[in-house]
């Protein structure tokens, strides 16, 4: 017989495991456990224009000859993604994009918006239909312009979706929040109907009650990358210098 000892031991096991369960408990006491595979694929965001920076931010030199995007795939993968989708914008260099990340031993799939500047939220959408289907649990977004998360940060904050299954769960820092973001299968319908406009963050306000912010200190899980200043602060290297191999 399983004692709810055995049973919470048995969902830490499979939290870690990336599992859930079902329990069902038949009128002669006879208890059914069903195992179901948690799937958490990743949606990398990059299809801005990157005005501010003046040529594309997914191609940006990063270290150990990684691009902005490349880096970004590297760090889901590491830190527990296996299913990454890049979004890139049917006007940037979506050529290009492919190419730096052929060189990845799984390259993602790469999706376009073929109207990115109606904003963030319409490449998340894009970025949705491509990874939804039965069996997803939820989907993990990130910004191409933050390639300094850690991949120590990406498990933490999985690992804190598959403990509580929260609507959104993101890494926090004195009262800054951060990326990646996971939004749980129960709010996919309210981010398709959302105002396109007014992006992701009507959604974040409705269920702000519920959000789960895990303290981090990742100093790149807060730092966007937008402009010639941000690359030279964050790399202190001048901006459009090549890519340092020993970083």
């Known amino acids: 017989m399983l004692t709810w000892r055995r049973i919470t031991k ?67 993968r590491d830190g527990g993604v296996d299913d990454v989708v890049v979004v890139v914008g049917a006007d940037g260099p979506v050529a290009l994009v492919s190419e730096a990340l052929s060189g990845e031993d799984r390259p993602p799939r790469l999706v376009v918006n073929p109207e990115p500047a109606l904003g963030q939220l319409s490449s998340l959408l894009i970025g949705l239909r491509t990874v939804d289907h039965p069996g997803v649990a939820a989907m993990l977004m990130t910004l191409v312009d933050m390639p300094l998360v850690s991949a120590k940060t990406v498990r933490v904050v999985l690992d804190a979706y598959r403990r509580t299954r929260a609507p959104v769960v993101r890494p926090a820092r004195n ?25 992701a963050k009507t959604v974040l ?38 890519t340092d191999n020993d970083r």
């Open 10 to 76: 048995l969902h830490l096991v499979t939290a870690t495991l990336a599992t859930y369960f079902d329990l069902d408990v038949c009128h002669g006491g006879i208890l059914a456990l069903t195992l179901h595979q948690m799937i958490i694929p990743g949606i990398v965001l990059a299809g801005g224009r990157s005005s501010r920076m003046g040529r594309p931010k997914a191609l940006l030199p990063a270290p150990m000859n990684h691009t902005f995007v490349s880096r970004v795939v590297r760090t889901l």
């Open 205 to 242: 306000r409705t269920h702000h009650t519920e959000i789960l912010d895990v303290a981090v200190e990742d100093d790149g899980a807060f730092l966007d990358i937008d402009t010639p200043d941000d690359y030279e602060r964050a790399f202190g290297r001048p901006f459009g210098s090549g």
């Open 175 to 199: 009262g800054r929040h951060g990326h990646p973001v996971i939004f749980d299968r129960t709010l996919f319908s309210e981010l398709r109907q959302a105002e396109v406009s007014a992006g």
